[in-house]
């Protein structure tokens, strides 16, 4: 018995979140006009250069934490330097190639 009273008020309340959720779709105001989208384009382009960066300063600073590693490992004799290395190259790989090719992906020129 009980849990059938468990089923039923989570039915219940499950039926309740979709009408919550749908009744919240809808309220965009278009009074402010092409101005407000023009803003908002500036504001992203802005901030994808930010990015952008950002993105090269993480790869040196990767770069440069990355080659002390493998520096130490070699002075060490461990094993998986080419491992570390790959990996590396990988990463900065990664960095530098997103932000060239997701800015292009959407159109942009930086």
């Avoid at 009744?23 to 006009?33: E, F, L, T």
């Amino acid at each position: 018995m009980i849990n059938l009273c468990k089923r039923l008020v989570r039915s219940v309340c499950g039926s309740f979140v979709p009408a919550v959720c749908s009744a919240k779709c809808g309220n965009v105001d278009y009074s402010w006009g092409a101005e407000a989208l023009a803003t908002a384009h500036d504001f992203a382009v802005t901030m994808m250069l930010y990015i952008v960066y950002l993105c090269y300063a993480v790869a040196g600073i990767v770069v440069i934490i990355s080659a002390l590693q493998i520096y130490i490992k070699m002075n060490t004799g461990e094993d998986g330097i080419v491992k570390s290395v790959m990996m590396l190259i990988g990463a900065c790989l990664f960095l530098i190639g997103a932000t060239i090719i997701f800015p292009s992906f959407f159109g942009y020129r930086i």
